[in-house]
Structure formats: C-alpha cells, structure tokens
C-alpha cells in the first residue's frame, strides 16, 4: 500500500471474474495516486462556508448555473475506466482514453451519451490498528481508519463493439459532480462479456 505526504494510505485492488459462473480466476493490486483536486474537495467539506477555489475546476456556465457545489455533490459515487497507460500526474483532472459503460450489468441499453462513468455499488468502512492514548496509556480503538468504495464492471458492459477486444489500463475514483479524486494505471486486462471487473478501492486515513 502506497503512503502521501500526510500518511493517507491508498490502493486498488482488481478482481477478475468469470462473468458466466462468478468464479474469482485472478486479483490484482495497484496503487494509485491522489490528483491535487482532492485538497479541494477534502477543504470544501470541511468548511462551513465551502472552498471558492472550487469555481476554478467547474466550467463558467455551471458555476453561474449551479453555484458552488453542495455537500452531496462532492461525495465520491462513480468510476470510470479507460485505455491510457500514462502513469498519473497529480495535476490530470479526467481519464485520457475513457471508455463508456454502453449497457447496464443487467444488459440492459444506457441511451447513448447519458452516463459515461460506473456507480460506486459499496461502500465499505474498517477500523485501524488500536493506539494508545497519550493521557491514559492505554489502547483505544481507532474507528473507521478505512474506507474502500467498490464499482463492478459486468459481463455485458464496456466491451469492444468491433472485432478488435477493448485493453483497460486506468481507472479514475469520482465524485457526483465529476471532480476526479484520484486515478490509477493498472497491467493490461482485456475485456469481453466472459468477464467481470470488480474495483476495490481502499483510501486509509492516518
């Protein structure tokens, strides 16, 4: 597991399903990097009165529009995947080669140009190593440390629409208003309705 300056811990681990039967045939881990957008939103939410820098990432029509995102924007609800293997830069603020859903897990049809990105479908908390208190010197559990949000990538989904397969390589962590938090490149995984992709990715908080 990779550390930022700040001791915020993250990783991404991939599991490789068969889509037909649900068997687990392999698991990846990879780190990921933190983009310098996620300063903004952790101070945004922090602040009673929000982060006017936040305007600098939105378009000028959706500021004027919307107005400086609400609490409920900047949770973190989708991914997004794409073909790019170019390692992260800290200043990406999207994926370089998305490549968009096309259906639903169930088959079902997303009307063209509706939804580029996948639903986080888990969120999953997990408490820390206990520390010690520094009044009692005893041991205290350190609550909810951890925090992995899972997205699936079905069988029917993201698959090539020619004879050529779609070869993900990154993968981007989002929030409701598309401000990408965090990204990560991972080995070539060549995709076909035979498999399915589950992203689990974990952020630990010093």
Same mark, same amino acid.
């Given at each position: 597991?990779?550390?930022?300056?700040?001791?915020?811990?993250?990783?991404?681990?991939?599991?490789?399903?068969?889509?037909?039967?649900?068997?687990?045939?392999?698991?990846?881990?990879?780190?990921?990097?933190?983009?310098?957008?996620?300063?903004?939103?952790?101070?945004?939410?922090?602040?009673?009165?929000?982060? &006017?820098?936040?305007? =600098?990432?939105?378009?000028?029509? @959706?500021?004027? *529009?919307? %107005?400086?995102?609400? /609490?409920?924007?900047?949770?973190?609800?989708?991914?997004?995947?794409?073909?790019?293997?170019?390692?992260?830069?800290?200043?990406?603020?999207?994926?370089?080669?998305?490549?968009?859903?096309?259906?639903?897990?169930?088959?079902?049809?997303? &009307?063209?140009?509706? =939804?580029?990105?996948?639903?986080? @479908?888990?969120? *999953?908390? %997990?408490?820390?190593? /206990?520390?010690?208190?520094?009044?009692?010197?005893?041991?205290?559990?350190?609550?909810?440390?951890?925090?992995?949000?899972?997205?699936?990538?079905?069988?029917?989904?993201?698959?090539?629409?020619?004879?050529?397969?779609?070869?993900?390589?990154?993968?981007?962590?989002?929030?409701?208003?598309?401000?990408?938090?965090?990204?990560?490149?991972?080995?070539?995984?060549?995709?076909?309705?035979?498999?399915?992709?589950?992203?689990?990715?974990?952020?630990?908080?010093?």
């Amino acid at each position: 597991m990779a550390t930022l300056p700040g001791n915020i811990e993250y990783n991404v681990k991939i599991k490789l399903y068969d889509a037909k039967t649900g068997t687990l045939e392999d698991v990846i881990d990879v780190s990921n990097r933190l983009v310098i957008r996620y300063h903004l939103v952790i101070t945004h939410l922090l602040s009673p009165v929000g982060n &006017p820098l936040l305007q =600098q990432v939105m378009s000028p029509a @959706d500021f004027a *529009k919307y %107005g400086l995102p609400t /609490d409920t924007d900047l949770k973190i609800k989708k991914m997004r995947f794409g073909t790019d293997p170019t390692q992260t830069d800290i200043t990406m603020s999207g994926l370089i080669s998305l490549v968009e859903p096309r259906f639903f897990a169930d088959g079902t049809t997303i &009307p063209p140009g509706t =939804q580029d990105w996948y639903d986080i @479908d888990g969120y *999953k908390f %997990g408490n820390g190593a /206990d520390v010690v208190s520094s009044i009692t010197g005893q041991p205290v559990q350190d609550y909810d440390q951890n925090i992995t949000f899972s997205s699936t990538m079905g069988g029917p989904q993201g698959n090539s629409t020619t004879t050529t397969p779609i070869v993900y390589r990154e993968a981007g962590l989002f929030t409701n208003n598309d401000i990408m938090f965090a990204r990560t490149t991972f080995p070539p995984i060549t995709k076909d309705e035979n498999l399915a992709l589950k992203f689990e990715w974990n952020l630990s908080l010093p």
